[in-house]
């Protein structure tokens, strides 16, 4: 491939557009949308199922089938407690981060619109500095401005309702990424570029490619486990983000060291089927594409797990987007990054071949 961007205008504004949109877990379904508006050109067809999980197809025709994936949703709160002065209380829907929520401006989403509202918190004079509390879970509230129970309940919101950040989409320094909702909007944004060069580019596969934009996965990979008993592919080639550990407060002992701007970070575990993961480093080294390695015990705690665990097992590898400051507002990838996942992605599936099992035993 060219070593020119292969980021254009068109791709960019679908991924600002696709990020800015809000896609809470379970409630996916307009960043689905408008993932399968920007896909439609470069596939044959779409399936959907009944959770909002959308696969784009190319080849649909074909018995042997491999699966790129990334998932949907992102991580966001629930209304679970209106106290009689009018502060919404909430539980948490996927790994919110607790810490990060005092004075964030959040978006409430009602069947009447969103309303806004803020994570309220003591002024830092009215604290017992002797004994300061953090924020948890239990203690963080959110004011929309009322006064009564009533009042909120007179905006559209209850028990139930969803809560959302609305920071958008920016980019520092050229060619840092910053947004909430990176993990794992971009997985779904990498794997729609691979689509399009494959278009572009005339690439015929001897295979069927699903393009898979999986739901649900911040809560236990649900959409993946759906979708693979769906297609019942093959092979799997799952991207999601990974931890930058070189910021301060991580421990790369424990953690590892990956580091943005360094390259795609290929996973070591026992859900990685050992020989597709040699075709992904190996892919890597003939067309000199910088890549990390990562190892994780037991699970990869990605969708990689879902597929690789399904139709009596599915071949099946994770390529990671290094990403600092994970579940917060202010999530941060790089731009060679992001093209070098598109790049291995793509040039991996022009080394599979038709019927490959994969298998340890020939």
Known sequence: MSKKSILNKKSMAFLEAYLNNAAPTGYEWDGQKIWMDYLKPYVDTFITDTYGSAVGIINPKANYKVVIEGHADEISWYVNYISDNGLIYVIRNGGSDHQIAPSKIVNIHTKNGIVKGVFGWPAIHTRDKSKEEAPKPENIFIDCGCKTADEVAKLGIHVGCVITYPDEFHILNNDSFVCRALDNRMGGFMIAEVARLLH??????????????????????????MITNTIKPNVAIVTDVTHDTTTPMIEQKVQGKVENGKGPVIAYAPAVQQKLRDLITETAENHNIPFQRSALS???????????????????????????????????????DVENVIKLIYETLLNIKEGETFSYFK
């Open 298 to 336: 037991r699970a990869t705690g990605t969708d990689t797990d879902a597929f690789a665990y399904s139709n009596g097992g599915v071949a099946s590898a994770l390529i990671s987007l290094p990403l600092r400051y994970m579940h917060t507002t202010v999530e941060m990838v790089h731009r060679d």
């Open 200 to 225: 572009e580019n005339k690439k015929t596969l001897p295979f069927g490619l699903y393009i898979t934009n999986s739901v649900q996965e911040e809560i236990g990979l649900r959409g993946a486990e």
